[in-house]
């Protein structure tokens, strides 16, 4: 059964930064795409950025060129680089990975951000 470990989550201020760790039971190649999402209390999950197989990236445009897709293959790790946070960044963010159209989650890890 693959599993999708998140950690990095915390409290930050306006401005700083975190990164999310994905870490996957099995090796990161077997899945078409891998990505992020996210849900803030009383809205839908969103998606916030996904990667490839290939390496192509896409991120949701309230993210863009502040938050950053990056990988580890020997780790089979994904992460998620959150720059110039801002507080509607706040939201629990998911690790996200699909393999034949079957979608797989983390636990979620919980990103505060607050003065």
């Known amino acids: 059964q693959v599993q999708l470990v998140e950690s990095g989550g915390g409290l930050v201020q306006p401005g700083g930064s975190l990164r999310l760790s994905c870490a996957a039971s099995e090796n990161i190649f077997s899945f078409s795409v891998m990505g992020w999402y996210r849900q803030a209390p009383g809205k839908q999950r969103e998606l916030v950025a996904t990667?490839?197989?290939?390496?192509?990236?896409h991120y949701a445009d309230p993210v863009k060129g502040r938050f950053t897709l990056s990988r580890d293959m020997a780790k089979n790790t994904v992460y998620l680089q959150m720059n110039s946070l801002k507080p509607e960044d706040t939201a629990v963010y998911y690790c996200?990975?699909?393999?034949?159209?079957?979608?797989?989650w983390g636990q979620g890890t919980q990103v505060t951000v607050s003065s």
């Open positions: 996200n990975a699909y393999r034949t159209g079957w979608p797989y």
């Open positions: 990667m490839t197989t290939g390496g192509a990236t």
